[in-house]
């Protein structure tokens, strides 16, 4: 399907995101497929490709299924493409970006969009990807959680330290937004740097509801798997730059991308950073594409002067196009 979207020139400094596990939701996308024939056969798409239903699973449930990491990762990147979609069939092309961007999986979307990646291709990786990180969380539980009200860079070195001090693993996992910091580990290092945070001022340290450290080096034999899945597939160069998560730096190559996605399953997303080359560029307009708002949520505490639209259901469609009409 990425070959088959049309872009075309934007005098607008424009971003368009694309969300990660976590924004999944029974019913997403259910409504743009019931008014484009273009987004169901999108879901029509998937369903072969995967070899189950996918669709139904997106569209109706259960969430307990949907949520399931091997599932997400596959709803969320075709959620997303219905979106793009959607937008194509209303408008009959896109506005070509200054940058695409993806949060964690939401990167695989950002390449589908960018025409690096067929979206069957990207279909299957995510597939692969789920699986692998399943398997990896069952033989190498982990803990993650959000701490709210330090810098990226205390909890970075607060982490450094408790690793060192308990012999386990802990690091950033996402840098979300000024005062959203995820991290990620195994038992040891993450109860200890969960009290050391919580000692040095968090505001909150929550415990998230997962057994996969995700971005962390817990995820290493997925990554190594997922790595030749990575190289058998076809990488084309994107038509627009796409911000990397750990270098927050433009991807403009095939060898670039293949090195990103097999990095970040390990590394660390640095969405902040990643949002603030964009605004250094002179990006003003954040689109995010897909299900839920958490991107343009993040965005709001990035830069809260930067204009945020959502697309994830006909409304956002109907902005999106009364904003960007030729």
């Known amino acids: 399907m990425a070959e088959s979207f049309i872009y075309h020139p934007n005098a607008t400094p424009l971003a368009l995101l694309f969300p990660g596990q976590g924004s999944q939701e029974v019913g997403m996308a259910k409504e743009l497929a019931a008014r484009?024939?273009?987004?169901?056969?999108?879901?029509?798409?998937?369903?072969?490709?995967?070899?189950?239903?996918?669709?139904?699973?997106?569209?109706?449930?259960?969430e307990e299924e949907l949520t399931d990491t091997i599932n997400a990762q596959p709803a969320?990147?075709?959620?997303?493409?219905?979106?793009?979609?959607?937008?194509?069939?209303?408008?009959?092309?896109?506005?070509?970006?200054?940058?695409?961007?993806?949060?964690?999986?939401?990167?695989?979307?950002?390449?589908?969009?960018?025409g690096s990646l067929a979206y069957a291709d990207g279909l299957r990786l995510v597939r692969e990807r789920g699986r692998l990180m399943k398997e990896a969380g069952q033989k190498s539980p982990g803990l993650m959680a959000a701490i709210l009200g330090l810098d990226e860079a205390v909890v970075a070195q607060l982490c450094a330290d408790?690793?060192?001090?308990?012999?386990?693993?802990?690091?950033?996992?996402?840098?979300?937004?000024?005062?959203?910091?995820?991290?990620?580990?195994?038992?040891?290092?993450?109860?200890?740097?969960?009290?050391?945070?919580?000692?040095?001022?968090?505001?909150?340290?929550?415990?998230?509801?997962v057994s996969?450290?995700?971005?962390?080096?817990l995820m290493a034999p997925a990554a190594a798997e997922l790595k030749a899945a990575i190289d058998a597939t076809p990488v084309n160069p994107p038509i627009a730059p796409v911000i990397g998560n750990t270098t927050a730096a433009p991807l403009t190559s095939a060898d670039a991308i293949r090195a990103e996605l097999v990095a970040q399953l390990t590394?660390?997303?640095?969405?902040?950073?990643?949002?603030?080359?964009a605004l250094d560029a002179g990006v003003e307009t954040f689109v995010e594409v897909g299900a839920g708002e958490v991107l343009?949520?993040?965005?709001k505490r990035i830069?809260?002067?930067?204009?945020?639209?959502?697309?994830?259901?006909?409304?956002?469609?109907a902005a999106f196009a009364a904003r960007f009409q030729e």
């Open 36 to 62: 484009y024939p273009a987004v169901q056969a999108i879901f029509d798409e998937a369903d072969d490709v995967l070899g189950f239903s996918l669709s139904t699973l997106c569209f109706d449930g259960p």
């Open 76 to 114: 969320l990147l075709a959620a997303s493409i219905a979106g793009l979609v959607a937008l194509q069939s209303e408008l009959g092309s896109l506005p070509t970006p200054t940058f695409f961007a993806g949060h964690s999986m939401g990167e695989y979307s950002a390449l589908v969009a960018a």
């Open 162 to 209: 408790a690793q060192a001090a308990s012999g386990g693993i802990v690091q950033v996992a996402n840098d979300n937004c000024p005062g959203q910091i995820v991290i990620s580990g195994d038992r040891a290092g993450m109860e200890r740097a969960m009290t050391d945070l919580t000692a040095a001022g968090a505001r909150k340290v929550v415990a998230l509801a």
């Open 212 to 217: 996969i450290a995700a971005h962390s080096p």
């Open 267 to 277: 590394g660390s997303v640095r969405w902040t950073a990643s949002m603030q080359h």
């Open 296 to 299: 343009t949520g993040l965005m």
């Open 303 to 317: 830069a809260r002067k930067s204009e945020r639209l959502s697309v994830a259901d006909p409304a956002g469609v």
